[in-house]
Each structure stands twice: as structure tokens, then as C-alpha cells.
T-cell receptor, first 116, second 119 residues
């Protein structure tokens, strides 16, 4: 079994300040973890992924995330927010279950608002 | 990167009619495609998984006869909403992957989504 919890449904920051979007997961197996961004009426775009290599993962648009197994966390950060970062962000966990088949579980999403 | 195209982006139809949404992988062969439904301000809800050449696997609670999924080739899957009603209005998103990518990491590539409004 696996689950993912995005701890904040809504985050508001000022332009130029750091962004922190929190994600905790649980998985009985070695997980892959992803962060996707969704702009209004658009599909999901991959920001970054962790697939058992380096625990600090750098993605597009200046985002990065750190896989912390001891804390079962995969928080998304960015040093300086831009107005264009305003969107919905989804944390996703993927692992193989007892059957060996891979399943994905989506978080509930965090809406990032960037104030000018 | 892998590109998934979804069409149409927006569709408005009358109650009782059927609507077809296409999902195409443009630069890879999609052995597996997924269809999701997204309600306003909510996460994605998996509707069904389709594998090329075989019947789709529907999630519990999703009506097979209402949401017809066809995955006739390695680059195309279609979702047909039959006899649509206003409660079927939603944002539908497809995603696709190929065997190695999905089996190894679970990475998916998403279409742009289709907004269906049933009057």
C-alpha cells in the first residue's frame, strides 16, 4: 500500500521569496516520487523526479526536491518565486505492489499563489 | 521529451449526445495509457488503464458503458463519453508511457486535458 499527503492545500508567497511545498509519503516498497505542475485548464508537466539515484533532485524552472527516507518526505523548494510559478502542484508516489505491478498515487494538490 | 497530444481541448455538447476525446503519443509508442477525470480544485481520479490491443481496465465505480475506451494502436487511445449528461461535465486528462519507463519508475507523460461541458 502507498499514500501521499500534501500538507498544505494552499500556499501564498511574495514574488522573490522562497517557496516550500510539503509532501509526505508512505510506501511498502522502494518508491519513485514526482512533482508535477498544472496551470489552469492544462495537463500536468513534470517538474522533477526521484528514482533511487541522488536524493537531491533538481528540476526545471529552478525547482528542486530532497528525498528524505528517514522523514518519508519529498518537499519541493525554490529559492525565489516568480509570478509564473502560480499554479497547482501535485506530489505523486509510484511503487510496485505485491503483484509486481506499478501503481501511482496522486496527492491532493497544493495551490501556489504568488503575490506581486 | 515525450509528447502527448489530446484533442479537443474544449468541447460543448447537448445532453444525450456522445463525445469522443483523442489522446496521441507523438514521439513514442505508448504501450499503456491512462485516463483521468479531474473535478474543480481536486486531484486527478484514475478512470481506467488501457493497453494497446486489449480491453481497458476500469477503476471501481467507473461505468464501462458510459466511458468507452479504445486503444487501437500504440499511438492512439480514445475516450468516448456516451449519452452525456451535465454531471459528466469535467476535465479529462490522458497520460501515456512505454513499458520500460513505466515499469522502472512509473513516469507518465500527460496530455493537455479536455474540458467537457454538457448542456
Amino acid at each position: 500500500a502507498q499514500s501521499v499527503t500534501q500538507l498544505d492545500s494552499h500556499v501564498s508567497v511574495s514574488e522573490g521569496t522562497p517557496v516550500l511545498l510539503r509532501c509526505n509519503y508512505s510506501s511498502s516498497y522502494s518508491p519513485s516520487l514526482f512533482w508535477y505542475v498544472q496551470h489552469p485548464n492544462k495537463g500536468l508537466q513534470l517538474l522533477l523526479k526521484y528514482t533511487s539515484a541522488a536524493t537531491l533532485v533538481k528540476g526545471i524552472n529552478g525547482f528542486e526536491a530532497e528525498f528524505k527516507k528517514s522523514e518519508t518526505s519529498f518537499h519541493l523548494t525554490k529559492p525565489s518565486a516568480h509570478m509564473s510559478d502560480a499554479a497547482e502542484y501535485f506530489c505523486v508516489v509510484s511503487s510496485k505492489g505485491d503483484t509486481g505491478r506499478r501503481a501511482l498515487t496522486f496527492g491532493s494538490g497544493t495551490r501556489l499563489q504568488v503575490q506581486p | 521529451g515525450a509528447v502527448v497530444s489530446q484533442h479537443p481541448s474544449w468541447v460543448i455538447c447537448k445532453s444525450g449526445t456522445s463525445v469522443k476525446i483523442e489522446c496521441r503519443s507523438l514521439d513514442f509508442q505508448a504501450t499503456t495509457m491512462f485516463w483521468y477525470r479531474q473535478f474543480p480544485k481536486q486531484s486527478l481520479m484514475l478512470m481506467a488503464t488501457s493497453n494497446e490491443g486489449s480491453k481497458a481496465t476500469y477503476e471501481q465505480g467507473v461505468e464501462k458503458d458510459k466511458f468507452l475506451i479504445n486503444h487501437a494502436s500504440l499511438t492512439l487511445s480514445t475516450l468516448t463519453v456516451t449519452s452525456a449528461h451535465p454531471e459528466d461535465s469535467s476535465f479529462y486528462i490522458c497520460s501515456a508511457s512505454w513499458d520500460r519507463a513505466f515499469a522502472n519508475t512509473g513516469e507518465l507523460f500527460f496530455g493537455e486535458g479536455s474540458r467537457l461541458t454538457v448542456l
